[in-house]
């Protein structure tokens, strides 16, 4: 079975300080991808970033940075400098990448709350 | 607009009653996805359709829920006899097939007395 832990229930940082919010995923399957995505107050959830088991490099875009780290099952995200715009409730998510899988596996979410 | 809609937004009525709620996916995605999300938890997966067919709804918690897609845009997820436990939101979110970026609508809140 697939899950998916966010350990950081919530978390709240001052305006232009680094945060980073942790992933850990657990699941039997060789290949499979990997997300997060940004929940807003208006409740849409927002797709940030997808990445393949296969490709360990860690990506960069603008302030976000994620971690990949395959050997400890863990997919984290650096939000650097945060604003007040980075307020949301974030999740990682895990999806088998077989044929004929469809569901994504959603942890729990990290609230961010960022103070100005 | 261009994205997901989702109606109603907001939706209360009566432990028992019928309810019935719709999601408009993007034009031209032909993957449909329900999801449920109770308060303070990550959103979990309910059915998928790729066209009008539900490819895998493994994820329906009992038969009194059920969801539709006759013409492989619009779908209507339908729950019979609802309970109080039902209450949550339900989000719908749509992508092109085989893309793992899903888009999601707000959700339609369910409220059961």
Redo the contacts between chains.
């Keep these: 079975a697939q899950k998916?832990t966010q350990a950081q229930t919530e978390i709240s940082v001052v305006e232009k300080e680094d945060v980073t919010l942790d992933c850990v995923y657990e699941t039997r399957d060789t290949t499979y991808?990997l997300?997060w995505?940004k929940q807003p107050p208006?409740?849409?959830?927002?797709?940030l970033i997808?990445r393949n088991s296969f490709d360990e490099q860690n990506e960069i875009s603008g302030r976000y940075s994620w971690n990949f780290q395959k050997s400890t099952s863990s997919f984290n995200f650096t939000i650097t400098a945060s604003q007040v715009v980075d307020s949301a409730v974030y999740?990682c998510?895990l999806?088998d990448s077989g044929a004929?899988s469809?569901?994504?596996?959603?942890?729990?979410?990290t609230k961010l709350s960022v103070i100005p | 607009g261009a994205g997901v809609s989702q109606t109603p937004s907001n939706k209360v009525t009566e432990k028992g009653k019928y309810v019935e709620l719709r999601c408009d996916p993007i034009s031209g995605h032909t993957a449909l996805y329900w999801y449920r999300q109770s308060l303070g938890q990550g959103p979990e997966f309910l059915i998928y359709f790729q066209g009008t067919g539900a490819a895998d709804d493994s994820g329906l918690p009992n038969d009194r829920f059920f969801a539709v897609r006759p013409e492989g845009s619009v779908s209507t997820l339908k729950i019979q006899r609802t309970e109080r436990g039902d209450s949550a939101v339900y989000l719908c979110a749509s992508s092109f097939i085989g893309s793992g970026e899903l888009f999601f609508g707000e959700g339609s809140r369910l409220t059961v007395l």
């Design positions: 998916v991808y997300f995505y208006s409740g849409e959830l927002v797709f997808r999740f998510a999806k004929g469809y569901q994504l596996t959603f942890g729990k979410g």
